[in-house]
C-alpha cells in the first residue's frame, strides 16, 4: 500500500490488517509525526500471518492525536495489482481461543472509543508519546513492561462539559465456554476521578448487564479485576464506561486484557465409558455430570435435550416444584440483576449470564437477624441407579458477612435429616459449581438452608438446581422416625455367692441387699449399685423418699413438692437388671 501523508507533532498514524471483524488487528507500520511537518509519502509492504495468505483481509489506517491542535491527513492512496477486490464479507471469528490476551503494545486490540466528539474519550499510548500538557492524565508507566514507552488504554480529557461519557468498546465476540473468566489491570487515581463500570451487551436483544465497578480513587497503582463471564451462547460485545459530569480530574487507565478458559471443549475422535457423552454435533466429549444440568456444555445443546423438567428448576418461572420450608425464620427471594446491597451477592445470574436472568438468594439486611435462615424444600424423590443419584447446583456467597449455607437429605418428615455438605464464609464474586451423591433406598428430600451472618453485606444466592438419575416419588415421607424396640444387653457377673435377693456388685462379686441397689448411696466399692438407675426431672417428694423400699413407683410419684424447691430427682428401679 502506497499514500501520501501530512502529520503535526503529538499525532501518529497506524497501518493495521484484520482478516476477520472481531479478530486480532496485525500491525503492518507506524508514522509519528514531527514539529516540521509537511506532505511525505509511505510505502509498505503488508505481510500475511501463517496459514492467512489466501484470506480476504481488510485494510485500516488510524490516526491518534495528542493535543487539541494536532492534525493528520492523507492523500492518494494506492494498493499494488498483487491485491485485488474481493466481494466478500470478512466473517467473524467462529470461536473464542482457549486464551486470549491484549497487552496493547503493538496496537488496541479492536478495543476502540464508542462516543467521540465530546473531548472526554478512550485513548491508545504511552507515556512517553503524551505531550507535557496531557502526560498527567496517563499512569507513568504501563502495566505489563511497567515502563514509560508501554502501551495502554487511558481517558484524555481535551475539554469540559456538563454530561460528558468516555465509553471503551471491545470487539464483538461470539460465545464463551461455562468456564470463561475476564480479568484486566485498570488505573483509578484522583481525587474527582469518579467511578467507572464494565458492562455486557448482547447483541441481539440489546441488553446489557452491570459485570463489575469501582467507585472512587484506587490509589496511584495498577489494580486487578477479575470478572467471571461463564456461558454466553449468544454473540456479545463488552464497554467501559466512564461519566465527567465536567468535574473530572485523575487517571483512568486499562491494561493487560485476558480471557482465560472460554473456548467450549474441542471435537474428540472416541468417547468411551458409561461416565462420558459425546456431543451429537460438535463431536465434544464432556462428563456424564454435565447432562442436563441448565448449562450448555456441550455448545450444540444436545446434553440439554431429553431432560425431565421436573428435575430442574432455574427459576426463570418461579420455584418449579420446590416449596419454602414453614419452619424456618424467612423466605429465599427470587431477584434478577443485582442484589439491593451494595459488595454482596451476585449481579447476574448463572444460567443466561445476564441480569435478565432469576436466581434465589437471602436478603441478609434487617429484619434478619444473626444465625437466621430460610431453607428451601425439594420435592420428594427416589434414586433410579443402584448406586444412588446426583444433586447439582450453582452457590453464589459474596461478602464481608456471609455465613453458612448447609444441604441436608431428610428420609422423615418431621426431622432436619442427615447433614451432607455446608460450606462458610466469603467465597468471592462468582458462580460456584457444586455436585453431591446421594446415596439412599428410600425416598428422600433434598433442604438447601441459608444462614445470616453478622452484618448486612452477607447475601447468598442459588442457582441452577438439578437432579441426575432420579425420579419423582409419589407419596409423602414417613411423619414419624419409628423406635427401635428395646434389646436386653447381657451382662456377665464375676464370680460371686450371692442369693436371689441380693445385689452383685460389678467389680469384684461383692454382695449387698438387693433393696441397697438405687438407694443414692454407694454400697459396692465400684459404685455399681447407683450405675444403672432411671433419672427425670422432677421435684423431690418426701412420699418417694419414704417409700423407696416399696415396689410402687406410681405412688412414689403422687406426693406434693417440698419447699426446697425443684432440681433432679433419680426415680429408682428396686428390681435386679
Known amino acids: 500500500v502506497q499514500f501520501w501523508y501530512h502529520l503535526s507533532q503529538h499525532s501518529h498514524l497506524s497501518v493495521f490488517t484484520r482478516t476477520s471483524l472481531d479478530g486480532n488487528l496485525q500491525k503492518q507500520g507506524k508514522i509519528i509525526g514531527f514539529s516540521e511537518s509537511q506532505w511525505s509519502h509511505a510505502k509498505i509492504d503488508l505481510i500475511a500471518k501463517a496459514g492467512e495468505s489466501t484470506l480476504p483481509f481488510q485494510l485500516i489506517l ?66 512517553s508519546e503524551l505531550s507535557a500538557d496531557f502526560e498527567h492524565q ?4 504501563d502495566h505489563s513492561l511497567n515502563t514509560s514507552q508501554g502501551h495502554f488504554m487511558f481517558i484524555l480529557k481535551k475539554g469540559s462539559s456538563l454530561w460528558q461519557v468516555a465509553k471503551l468498546q471491545s470487539p464483538t465476540f461470539s460465545q464463551t465456554g461455562p468456564g470463561c473468566i475476564l480479568s484486566f489491570w485498570f488505573y483509578n487515581y484522583g481525587l474527582s476521578v469518579g467511578a467507572a463500570e464494565l458492562q455486557l451487551h448482547m447483541e441481539e436483544s440489546h441488553d446489557s448487564t452491570v459485570l463489575w465497578r469501582v467507585l472512587y480513587n484506587q490509589g496511584e497503582r495498577w489494580s486487578e479485576a ?22 473530572y480530574d485523575g487517571v483512568s487507565a486499562i491494561d493487560d486484557i485476558r480471557f482465560e478458559n472460554c473456548t467450549l471443549p474441542l471435537p474428540a475422535e472416541s468417547c468411551e465409558g458409561l461416565d462420558h457423552f459425546w456431543c451429537h454435533h460438535t463431536r465434544a466429549c464432556i462428563e456424564k455430570l454435565r ?28 420455584i418449579c416444584n420446590w416449596e419454602q420450608d414453614t419452619k424456618d425464620d424467612f423466605d429465599w427471594t427470587r431477584n434478577q440483576g443485582p442484589t439491593p446491597t451494595l459488595n454482596t451477592g ?7 449470564g445476564t441480569a435478565k436472568g432469576h436466581y434465589l438468594y437471602i436478603e441478609s439486611s434487617e429484619p434478619q437477624a444473626f444465625q437466621d435462615s430460610a431453607a428451601l424444600l425439594s420435592p420428594i424423590l427416589n434414586a433410579t441407579d443402584t448406586k444412588g443419584c ?39 464474586n462468582r458462580w460456584i459449581r457444586k455436585h453431591l451423591n446421594i446415596s439412599s433406598r428410600q425416598p428422600f428430600q433434598i433442604l438447601v438452608e441459608a444462614s445470616v451472618g453478622d452484618g448486612f453485606t452477607g447475601d447468598i444466592a442459588i442457582d441452577d438446581l438439578s437432579f441426575l438419575d432420579c425420579t419423582l416419588y409419589p407419596g409423602n415421607l414417613p411423619a414419624d422416625f419409628p423406635t427401635p424396640p428395646e434389646t436386653s444387653v447381657p451382662v456377665t457377673l464375676p464370680p460371686h455367692n450371692c442369693t436371689d435377693n441380693e445385689f452383685v456388685c460389678r467389680s469384684d462379686g ?29 421435684p423431690p417428694n418426701s412420699v418417694a423418699a419414704a417409700s423407696k423400699k416399696t415396689n410402687d413407683i406410681s405412688a412414689a410419684l403422687s406426693g406434693p413438692p417440698s419447699a426446697g424447691g425443684p432440681y433432679t430427682q433419680e426415680i429408682h428401679n428396686i428390681f435386679s437388671i
Open 138 to 141: 496517563a499512569p507513568p508507566r
Open 226 to 247: 477479575t470478572i467471571q463471564l461463564g456461558r454466553l451462547s449468544q454473540p456479545f460485545h463488552l464497554s467501559l464506561d466512564k461519566v465527567s459530569l465536567g468535574i
Open 62 to 127: 488510524e490516526a491518534t492525536v495528542f493535543s487539541s491542535n494536532a492534525t493528520v491527513a492523507l492523500d492518494d492512496i494506492s494498493v499494488s495489482q498483487e491485491c485485488e477486490i474481493s466481494y466478500k464479507s470478512l466473517p467473524r471469528t467462529s470461536t473464542q481461543s482457549k486464551f486470549s490476551k491484549c497487552d496493547f503494545e503493538a496496537n488496541s486490540c479492536g478495543w476502540f472509543e464508542a462516543i467521540s466528539g465530546d473531548h472526554f474519550d478512550w485513548m491508545w499510548s504511552s507515556r
Open 291 to 318: 447432562l442436563c444440568d441448565l448449562v450448555d456444555d456441550c455448545g450444540d445443546r444436545t446434553d440439554e435435550v431429553n431432560c425431565a423438567p421436573e428435575l430442574q428448576c432455574n427459576f426463570e418461572n418461579g
Open 510 to 538: 461383692h454382695c449387698i441387699e438387693k433393696m441397697q441397689k438405687c438407694d443414692f448411696k454407694y454400697d459396692c466399692p465400684d459404685k455399681s449399685d447407683e450405675a444403672s438407675c432411671v433419672k427425670t426431672s422432677q
Open 346 to 352: 451476585p449481579m447476574k445470574d448463572n444460567t443466561l
Open 390 to 428: 446426583t444433586f447439582r447446583f450453582y452457590y453464589h456467597m459474596f461478602g464481608k458477612h456471609i455465613y453458612r449455607l448447609a444441604i441436608y437429605q431428610q428420609i422423615w418428615r418431621d426431622s432436619r435429616g442427615q447433614l451432607l455438605w455446608q460450606i462458610f464464609g466469603n467465597q468471592g
